[in-house]
């Protein structure tokens, strides 16, 4: 049993800044890749950075040098910074991670319900 709890989310002027956070817990044995993933009104669901557990990351190229993706392992807890943010980064966005969670031995997917972000003057 996995929950995702996140929080950060809410309204923001343009050019402002949120921090995300997404925590993991349960029986939890180890945990592999963690993303942040969004989804706007009429638009597809889409990756907007991971992080491997070994601290490599990749971002969407709409929020390469504002986003910055980052995890504390010893807490099972992803962020995502979010700076000069803009109106087309009005999204619900979800937490992602793989895990492998006792007494299981394929690690899954799990998501989270997802939290709102609304950027608007």
């Known amino acids: 049993q996995v929950q995702l709890v996140e929080s950060g989310g809410g309204l923001v002027q343009p050019g402002g800044s949120l921090r995300l956070s997404c925590a993991a817990s349960g029986s939890i044995f180890s945990v592999n890749a963690m993303a942040w993933y969004r989804q706007a009104p009429g638009k597809q669901r889409e990756l907007v950075a991971r992080?491997?557990?070994?601290?490599?990351?990749n971002y969407a190229d709409s929020v390469k040098g504002r986003f910055t993706i980052s995890r504390d392992n010893a807490k099972n807890t992803v962020f995502l910074e979010m700076n000069n943010l803009k109106s087309e980064d009005t999204a619900v966005y979800h937490c992602?991670?793989?895990?492998?969670?006792?007494?299981?031995?394929?690690?899954?997917?799990?998501w989270g319900q997802g939290t709102q972000v609304t950027v608007s003057s």
């Open positions: 992080i491997t557990s070994s601290g490599s990351t």
């Open positions: 992602n991670v793989w895990a492998l969670i006792a007494p299981m031995t394929r690690s899954r997917e799990y």
